[in-house]
């Protein structure tokens, strides 16, 4: 029996006979980020990332052959086509893929310039419930609460893909998409080639982010305390090490400051998608609204701080003697933050990828740009 969420003419976005890849020239940050053909954008992305989820499932079910498999027609209907398979050395599951946008076009059709539809979008899956990846897949989430994500095979095959692509054709042609698990990847593999002064499109859809769910307090009042109690604890554990780095080092031949890893970043804007009744990526409202709001009280510097650092990661690195130099995949200087601010019956629809296409929901986009 096929599972109706991997069936596109039953759940996919068959409204977008068309997409609109059309980009405003304006200079306003906000008007370029929240220009009116972003539901299409988003919409393909998380279709694309869909793809990837129903090819593993097609994977494990066998559904082989044109007939029989799901997944070409989450891309296909938008002229994407899945070039290569990213597939997990450890239980062989399908856990991303490279797509290729191939239009049609008449012979006299010539790009224009305000449009941005990507050439190639490299798209991961999130944890799949079943037998054969399970495991695996549970493993990859505990990485995540472990700050370990970018010590696993399953990331250097990713970032290799990324990296060669990158190389091949311009980081402004090459999108990065993700759900849950895949946004993580999606992430941490654009912060890295990021940190060598390109920036690819990126698409996390419910990226989770690491964190005591204080977004589920209703007082504003107290929620608003929580969080200025942490960030000053936050930034009172970065100071005391940094302050032991320094004199560890004190002996040795002076050197230059080094670029702040974190500032570098500042000019990336990755496109974060999440929703308030899923707590495991609705911190990430609460995580850049308070940093606004300290800068207005006047002690921006300690939120500039804390926002580099996570309790737990400073725990994690505590424990782990300082080894752990990869700092909280969730944490990011500068963003494109899109709320869908639509209740959710549950959890389940909540973290689910299929609400970034639908139609009848309501989207609330915000960008921030670290200073």
């Not at 079943?130 to 989430?141: P, W, Y």
């Not at 759900?179 to 990847?185: E, Y």
């Amino acid at each position: 029996m096929i599972c109706e969420r991997d069936d596109f003419s039953l759940t996919g976005p068959l409204h977008l006979t068309s997409i609109d890849w059309f980009a405003s020239s304006s200079l306003n940050l906000q008007l370029l980020f929240c220009r009116a053909n972003e539901h299409h954008r988003r919409s393909v992305a998380a279709s694309l990332v869909q793809g990837i989820y129903v090819a593993e499932r097609d994977r494990q079910l066998q559904r082989d052959g044109p007939e029989a498999a799901l997944s070409p027609l989450w891309s296909e209907f938008f002229h994407f086509r899945l070039i290569r398979k990213l597939v997990d050395d450890a239980d062989f599951s399908i856990f991303g893929g490279i797509y290729e946008y191939k239009p049609p076009q008449p012979p006299s059709h010539t790009i224009k310039s305000g449009e941005l539809s990507p050439r190639y979008v490299i798209a991961f899956r999130g944890t799949v419930t079943k037998a054969d990846s399970i495991s695996r897949d549970i493993e990859l989430d505990i990485h995540i609460i472990r700050n370990g994500l970018h010590t696993t095979t399953r990331f250097e095959l990713a970032i290799q893909a990324v990296r060669n692509m990158v190389a091949s054709v311009g980081a402004s042609n090459v999108w990065l998409a993700g759900h849950s698990l895949g946004a993580s990847m999606a992430l941490l593999t654009g912060k890295t080639v990021a940190r060598t002064g390109v920036f690819p499109e990126c698409f996390a859809f419910n990226p989770p982010f690491l964190s005591a769910p204080i977004e589920r307090i209703k007082d504003k009042r107290i929620k608003h305390g929580i969080r200025i109690a942490g960030s000053v604890i936050t930034a009172g554990l970065a100071l005391a090490k940094k302050a032991t780095q320094q004199h560890s080092s004190q002996n040795h031949l002076a050197l230059p400051a080094p670029v702040d890893p974190f500032a570098a970043l500042s000019d990336w804007f990755p496109r974060l998608y999440v929703n308030p009744g899923d707590h495991l990526c609705s911190e990430y409202i609460g995580y850049f609204d308070h940093r606004k709001k300290m800068e207005e009280m006047g002690v921006g510097f300690v939120e500039r701080l804390a926002t580099q650092h996570s309790l737990g990661g400073l725990l994690v690195d505590i424990v782990s003697g300082g080894k752990n130099t990869e700092g909280p995949v969730h944490l990011v200087p500068s963003s494109v933050l899109t709320v869908n601010s639509n209740p959710s019956r549950d959890f389940k629809e909540a973290h689910g990828i299929h609400q970034w296409w639908r139609e009848d929901q309501r989207f609330d986009t915000k960008v921030y740009r670290y200073k």
